[in-house]
């Protein structure tokens, strides 16, 4: 029966010394990224004028994002930058009004530097697809961590630009409606090890 008792306490030391090593082992310190929305998380275009319906809506202080990142300073993950996307939310394959839809490409979206990401590249104009595109990226090969009052994007959206004045395509024409869509975006960090 001693026996039995002592090899019964060896596993359950073994068990208990095995539950304070595996967290050990398996918890990591991660890096973190978080996109917080300033202003503008609702864009209204009222095309309420027939000037409004041939060239266009362009709203260039739409939403003003701050970006937050930090380096955990863990090896096989070191983070050196990132890329804003963008695309239809849950992938919805056009902008929907009650009873009519518009194609996706109707509205476009820019990001640009507002504060601290002045080495970030700006890829003008993109068309909303359900696919995502990329918006803006940014890059430092000598690292330090983003914080959201001191790196900031501002998002433009354009709506019914005439292809002339460089749009998709003015919206005369088109059945009026009130047309609804939900833009998703996306924070990837960037560098080796993502």
């Given at each position: 029966?001693?026996?039995?008792?002592?090899?019964?306490?060896?596993?359950l030391?073994?068990?208990?010394?095995?539950?304070?090593?595996?967290?050990?082992v398996f918890a990591q310190e991660?890096?973190?990224?978080?996109?917080?929305?300033?202003?503008?998380?609702?864009?209204?275009?009222n095309f309420n004028s027939l000037e409004k319906i041939k060239k266009g809506i362009e709203i260039t202080t739409g939403s003003h994002f701050g970006i937050s990142m930090a380096d955990s300073s863990k090896v096989g993950h070191v983070l050196q930058g990132f890329?804003?996307?963008?695309?239809?939310?849950?992938?919805?394959?056009?902008?929907k009004g009650d009873a009519f839809t518009l194609p996706?490409?109707?509205?476009?979206?820019?990001?640009?530097?507002?504060v601290g990401l002045g080495s970030g590249s700006s890829y003008g104009y993109k068309d909303l697809t359900t696919d995502w595109v990329?918006?803006?990226s940014y890059?430092?090969?000598?690292w330090s961590n983003l914080t959201w009052p001191n790196d900031q994007l501002n998002i433009s959206f354009e709506c019914g630009k005439p292809v002339t004045d460089g749009g998709n395509g003015s919206l005369l024409g088109e059945e009026?409606?009130?047309?609804?869509?939900?833009?998703?975006?996306e924070l990837v960090p960037t560098g080796p090890g993502f």
């Amino acid at each position: 029966m001693k026996q039995y008792l002592k090899r019964i306490f060896k596993i359950l030391c073994t068990l208990v010394l095995i539950s304070l090593i595996i967290p050990k082992v398996f918890a990591q310190e991660w890096n973190s990224a978080r996109l917080t929305i300033l202003y503008g998380s609702n864009i209204p275009f009222n095309f309420n004028s027939l000037e409004k319906i041939k060239k266009g809506i362009e709203i260039t202080t739409g939403s003003h994002f701050g970006i937050s990142m930090a380096d955990s300073s863990k090896v096989g993950h070191v983070l050196q930058g990132f890329v804003l996307n963008f695309r239809s939310f849950n992938s919805q394959a056009n902008i929907k009004g009650d009873a009519f839809t518009l194609p996706l490409n109707r509205l476009r979206v820019k990001a640009e530097n507002v504060v601290g990401l002045g080495s970030g590249s700006s890829y003008g104009y993109k068309d909303l697809t359900t696919d995502w595109v990329s918006l803006f990226s940014y890059t430092n090969l000598t690292w330090s961590n983003l914080t959201w009052p001191n790196d900031q994007l501002n998002i433009s959206f354009e709506c019914g630009k005439p292809v002339t004045d460089g749009g998709n395509g003015s919206l005369l024409g088109e059945e009026p409606d009130y047309y609804n869509v939900e833009v998703e975006f996306e924070l990837v960090p960037t560098g080796p090890g993502f």
